[in-house]
């Protein structure tokens, strides 16, 4: 199984809804990530997750929640989000995210978000 | 910030043509990677090269990598219409967890 999934594919939510974003992965990854990408914009860097630890956060506001409840799970919690934050929210993984490795990074097909 | 630069910004050649797309960085690296994307979609890693080589292939894909130049080039060879996509070029640095850092992006359309 080579392949991340994320749930939903899309989601609409008002700015005082909470909802979580899903993703999951079964090839044995130890590092998981999540990019947040604008239309015709590249993936930008949020969370990564390396041994189910929070190793890197690029800033980003507390709006957003992420967690890693095992290996294979990535939860993204959002609470009072606001229309900017409308992007596809893209997850993936990686053998193991530790330095001197020359890893690729496996990604999921994304959640499209809606603020409204 | 060491985000790339991929020129051009979009690109639109006839079917069975060859399209070449570009990506400088700033800062010095362990390896830069290529990705395409389909519309709205995940991305797909495409080849991974490494700071220490300065060419390689897979299948109709060619890269390149100039370190003194802090370049690389993907060329796609024999273009089909399922090559239409966008690409990316992403950079990895720091240790202790994997960074990617993503280029622009190059629009890919091949028209029948």
């Known amino acids: 199984d080579t392949e991340v999934t994320q749930t939903p594919k899309h989601l609409v939510m008002g700015m005082t809804n909470k909802k979580s974003l899903k993703c999951e992965q079964h090839m044995g990854h130890r590092a998981m990530y999540w990019y947040k990408q604008k239309a015709k914009k590249p993936p930008e860097l949020m969370f990564v997750y390396s041994y189910e630890k929070l190793s890197i956060n690029e800033s980003v506001p507390s709006r957003f929640s992420p967690e890693c409840p095992n290996s294979s799970l990535l939860n993204l919690h959002l609470h009072a989000l606001q229309p900017e934050d409308s992007a596809l929210y893209l997850c993936?993984?990686?053998?193991?995210?530790?330095?001197?490795?020359?890893?690729?990074?496996?990604f999921g097909p994304g959640t499209r978000l809606l603020v409204l | 910030s060491q985000q790339g630069e991929e020129d051009p910004q979009a690109l639109s050649i006839q079917e069975g043509e060859n399209a070449t797309m570009n990506c400088s960085y700033k800062t010095s690296i362990n390896n830069l990677q290529w990705y395409r994307q389909n519309s709205g979609r995940g991305l797909v890693h495409l080849i991974l090269?490494?700071?220490?080589?300065r060419e390689k292939h897979s299948g109709r894909l060619r890269v390149t990598l100039d370190t003194s130049k802090k370049s690389s080039s993907l060329l796609i060879t024999a273009s089909r219409a399922a090559d239409t996509a966008s690409y990316f070029c992403?950079?990895?640095?720091?240790?202790?967890?994997?960074?990617?850092?993503f280029g622009q992006g190059t629009r890919l359309t091949i028209n029948p």
């Open positions: 993936a993984s990686s053998l193991r995210g530790q330095g001197g490795h020359q890893e690729t990074q496996y």
């Open positions: 090269i490494r700071s220490n080589e």
């Open positions: 992403a950079t990895s640095l720091i240790q202790g967890a994997q960074k990617l850092v």
